[in-house]
């Protein structure tokens, strides 16, 4: 180790002894982001791989058979034979028994899962103005969304186990009503599979959210990020809600869009 | 628009300042447009190859005003934007490659059955 001696020019060995004070050299945030934010964001990306694989699969198998050709001239019917339009699988509203609503209530619960996102959003804003009230006030609005969002799709699981009145009859002669993992009303089994897996595995992620929202709005009652002096972990919270609403936006297009 | 968050908004006074929140509606707005759109293709057009597209592009504006805004990614470094985004290639060799291979499976499928 050399010190540095004022009194004499630098060589260049002198520069190459120097602790370098680079972004990248260490010692300080070259992401300019706390360690609690950049976890996340590597959570996520995480997560996103995994939501990215089941999306993959449902793209795989569902190249892997026959489309519903409109062009044959035979009406669209539920079989094994091919695989299921979306509008015609997912077309009921609740409270309205028997009427064809085409995707109507998945467009509600999209809806209700990008305001949630907004009162989120809102949350952490308030959080930077540390306005303890406006954070109280916004949390309760997602958390209550997030629980709608739960609740629509309790209503849709349960429809779409419970099928359709008429049912469909099979191959084998025996009639199907619903589905579940081993038979299938709508279509190939894989269908209902991927259908439980992937709005399954969304809806998990929907209620570790409502869990950590409750918690932190508990800890935004108590004061405890106001004496922390900051609301970063609302932000934290936030991150991981927008990302729940980000897979939704993927699974509503690859599983009812296209 | 880049100076909406930060902690200059913190006071040591005790006061708090107004809210300001008008990015967010608007992110809002948009986010609620293009789902609109996207019912209006699917009502108003066969399915297609070109359907299908046109949704993949609507999905991947929604998710870059939700990453960006929502998730104020933008307003990051560039180096933590790129440690996030460039993985996100692979996700999309993965999709290309698979699906090709249903296709690839779909085309024995009378030899399967």
Request: aromatic residues 18%; hydrophobic residues 50%.
């Amino acid at each position: 180790m050399s010190t540095i001696s004022t009194t004499q020019p630098l060589t260049s060995a002198d520069a190459a002894d120097r602790p370098r004070s680079g972004n990248w050299d260490g010692g300080n945030e070259p992401l300019k982001a706390s360690y609690g934010k950049l976890m996340m964001w590597f959570f996520l990306l995480s997560d996103a791989f995994t939501f990215a694989a089941f999306l993959t699969t449902y793209g795989l198998i569902r190249h892997r058979y026959p489309a519903f050709d409109a062009a044959a001239g035979k009406a669209f019917e539920f079989t094994t034979a091919y695989w299921p339009i979306p509008d015609k699988v997912f077309n009921a509203f609740p409270g309205l028994h028997g009427m064809d609503v085409p995707l109507g209530f998945v467009a509600l619960m999209t809806m209700i899962l990008i305001f949630s996102s907004v009162t989120m959003v809102l949350a952490v804003e308030a959080g930077h103005r540390m306005d303890k009230k406006d954070v109280q006030k916004w949390l309760l609005w997602t958390i209550l969304f997030g629980a709608t969002f739960l609740a629509s799709q309790a209503w849709e699981w349960s429809h779409f186990i419970k099928g359709t009145e008429t049912g469909t009859k099979m191959l084998d002669g025996t009639t199907v009503y619903g589905a579940n993992l081993a038979v299938n009303q709508y279509g190939p089994v894989l269908f209902a599979d991927l259908f439980f897996f992937i709005t399954g595995f969304h809806g998990t992620h929907v209620f570790s959210g409502v869990c950590l929202l409750v918690w932190s709005f508990i800890a935004t009652t108590n004061g405890t990020f106001e004496k922390r002096g900051h609301y970063e972990m609302v932000e934290k919270i936030g991150l991981y809600w927008h990302f729940v609403d980000l897979v939704w936006v993927f699974v509503f297009t690859f599983f009812y869009l296209v | 628009m880049a100076n909406h968050v930060g902690t200059e908004h913190t006071t040591h006074t005790g006061e708090i300042p107004k809210p300001n929140t008008g990015w967010i509606w608007k992110t809002f707005f948009i986010l609620v447009g293009i789902t609109a759109l996207e019912f209006v293709f699917v009502f108003l057009m066969d399915p297609s190859t070109l359907r299908n597209s046109i949704f993949i592009i609507l999905t991947i504006f929604k998710a870059f005003y939700i990453v960006a805004e929502f998730m104020h990614l933008k307003h990051e470094v560039k180096a933590l934007i790129w440690t996030i985004l460039v993985p996100m290639a692979l996700l999309v060799w993965l999709l290309i490659a698979l699906i090709t291979e249903g296709s690839y499976q779909n085309s024995f499928w009378n030899v399967f059955n």
